[in-house]
């Protein structure tokens, strides 16, 4: 999925102004923030929040794509949750686009459930 997401990325017209490509694989722990065990994870995720909140990043300064991929249902320890690419100009401006990106689709586009 991730080099799917990278080889799309490399198509987009403008990626001749790319000197960057930052990629996010969000995946399952083992244990919560707290300590306790995981066994698996329920996700769900508001789709509809996720296209505007990409559309939002495309339209950072320097950034030249930007695709996400979220995975909904019950998930394990090691699965992957979340996939994000980010392409632009220079370093700050990819990195701020995906930490800003990454955190912003955590608390307003994933519903998870551990148990």
């Not at 000197?19 to 066994?39: D, E, F, Q, Y």
């Not at 990195?95 to 800003?100: N, R, T």
């Amino acid at each position: 999925m991730l080099q799917e997401m990278i080889d799309k990325v490399k198509r987009h017209p403008d990626f001749h102004k790319a000197g960057m490509i930052l990629c996010h694989n969000g995946v399952v722990r083992a244990t919560s923030k707290n300590g306790k065990p995981v066994n698996e994870l329920s996700v769900r995720a508001d789709r509809a929040a996720l296209r505007k909140i990409v559309e939002n990043a495309k339209r950072k300064k320097g950034i030249i794509e930007v695709l996400a991929e979220v995975n909904e249902g019950t998930l394990h320890t090691g699965d992957d949750i979340m996939y994000v690419v980010v392409a632009g100009d220079f370093r700050e401006n990819v990195f701020a686009a995906m930490e800003d990106l990454v955190n912003t689709i955590k608390a307003e586009v994933t519903a998870k459930r551990e148990s």
